[in-house]
C-alpha cells in the first residue's frame, strides 16, 4: 500500500470467500467524501446498477450501507460530539485534510464543507423512510429485492463449494472475467464491462445466464456497464469423466481410455 509505504495484510486466495465481506460503499468512504455524497449523486444510474449486480451475486457476503438498497439520496457527512479542546482539533484537521485537493484551494471553499459538530450535519444524515414507497426509491428497492432473490437462489446453495478465490483475467480496461470453481465440474462465472464504451472481446457463455445487466449484443459485444452471471457446464468430453462409469452406457471403450 503506497500510501502506507508498507505492505498490509497476509494472502488470503486460499481462503472461501465467504469469510470476506463485500460492498459499494460504507461509513468511511462515505463519511470521508467532503460532504459525504453518495454514489447514487455522482455516477449513472446504469452504472450503479451494474457494480450492484456484481456486488450482490459475488461468493462473498455482500454488506448494505443504510439506504442503498432504495437509493437514498440523503448524505452521510462526518460528523461527532466533542468537548470543545477536540472539537476544534478536529474541524481543523478535517479542513486542512482536504485544502490538499485542488477545489479546495481558496479558504471560501473550506468553508462550504460540513461542521463535524453542528446539529443540522448530523440531522442531514438521517433517512427519510417515507422515500422508499416513491419514485425513483421504489424501483431500486424493486431491483435490489430482486437481485437478492436470484442470490438466495442461485449462490447460496453452492457457497459450500467455493472453498477458494476466484481466478480473473482482465480483458481490458474495466473489461473482467472471473471464474469460480463448484462441484461437478461446473463454473461461476461472472463477465463484466464496468465502463461507458462497448467492448467486443468476451467470449460466448457455455452455460445458463441467470442474471444479465445491460445489452449485450449477437457479436458477443458488451454494451456500457454490462454484467452477466453464468453457471457453466464442463465440455462434453470432461462430463464424461465426470459422471460414474455405469452412466456412461453405451461408451464403455471411451470411458477405458479416459480412465
Known amino acids: 500500500m503506497p500510501y502506507r509505504g508498507r505492505p498490509r495484510g497476509t494472502p488470503s486466495a ?4 465467504s469469510v470476506f465481506v463485500a ?6 468512504q462515505v463519511g470521508n467524501r467532503e460532504f459525504g455524497d453518495r454514489v447514487t449523486q455522482f455516477v449513472p444510474a446504469e452504472a450503479v446498477r451494474a457494480i450492484a449486480a456484481v456486488c450482490l451475486l459475488l461468493p462473498q457476503i455482500p454488506m448494505l450501507f443504510m439506504g442503498d438498497e432504495w437509493g437514498a439520496p440523503q448524505p452521510f ?14 474541524r481543523e484537521g ?8 485542488p477545489e479546495f484551494q481558496e479558504p471560501e471553499a473550506l468553508e462550504r464543507i460540513p461542521d463535524p459538530m ?4 448530523f440531522a442531514s444524515a438521517k433517512l427519510h423512510w417515507e422515500d422508499i414507497a416513491q419514485s425513483p426509491h421504489a424501483r431500486w428497492c424493486d431491483f435490489y429485492s430482486r437481485v437478492l432473490a436470484t442470490r438466495h437462489s442461485e449462490i447460496v446453495p453452492r457457497l459450500t463449494a467455493i472453498r477458494a478465490a476466484g481466478r480473473y483475467d482482465v480483458l481490458a480496461d474495466g473489461a473482467v472475467i472471473v471464474r469460480w470453481h463448484l462441484s461437478g465440474g461446473m463454473t461461476l462465472v461472472l463477465a463484466a464491462n464496468l465502463t461507458g464504451a462497448r467492448t467486443r472481446i468476451f467470449p460466448s457463455v457455455s452455460g445458463r445466464v441467470f442474471w444479465q445487466e445491460g445489452e449485450i449484443a449477437p457479436d458477443r459485444s458488451f454494451g456500457s456497464w454490462t454484467v452477466r452471471w453464468s453457471i457453466d457446464e464442463p465440455p462434453s468430453d470432461d462430463i464424461a469423466q465426470i459422471l460414474p462409469a455405469e452412466d456412461n452406457l453405451g461408451n464403455g471403450d471411451e470411458t477405458e481410455e479416459h480412465v
Open 14 to 17: 486460499d481462503l472461501p470467500p
Open 23 to 28: 460492498f459499494i460503499q460504507n461509513h468511511d
Open 77 to 90: 457527512p462526518f460528523f461527532c460530539d466533542f468537548a470543545p479542546e477536540l472539537a476544534a482539533a478536529v
Open 94 to 101: 478535517r479542513r486542512n485534510e482536504f485544502s490538499r485537493f
Open 118 to 121: 453542528a446539529e443540522e450535519t
